[in-house]
């Protein structure tokens, strides 16, 4: 578990991203920040990273997307949010 207790593998994650995915047909990806809270850079990075990710080795790569977070990750999909508007079709943040 990572320092504000949730994780990839937190079952509150995997519930929502079977649910996307399996019922939903959407591509999901999970992940952890690279390092928490005030370690040099911005959990937002990560995001935009995973965006990035996905849009690179998907064929066809996605053009829309749903950001969803739990918990942190629900600040830090807030914070990524403006600068991926262009593509975001809807915001999931789980408290």
Do not use: K, Q
Not at 3 to 28: K, Y
Not at 33 to 45: E, N, Q, T, Y
Request: proline share 6%; hydrophobic share 40%.
């Amino acid at each position: 578990w990572g320092p504000m207790g949730g994780s990839m593998h937190d079952p509150n994650v995997l519930a929502l991203a079977d649910t996307l995915g399996e019922s939903g047909g959407v591509t999901t990806l999970r992940f952890n920040f690279r390092c928490g809270i005030g370690r040099g850079h911005s959990s937002a990075d990560d995001i935009r990273a995973a965006w990035a990710f996905l849009r690179s080795c998907c064929d066809p790569p996605p053009s829309r997307l749903i950001l969803a977070g739990y918990s942190y990750g629900s600040l830090c999909v807030a914070d990524a949010a403006p600068s991926l508007r262009e593509h975001l079709s809807a915001l999931i943040l789980l408290a």
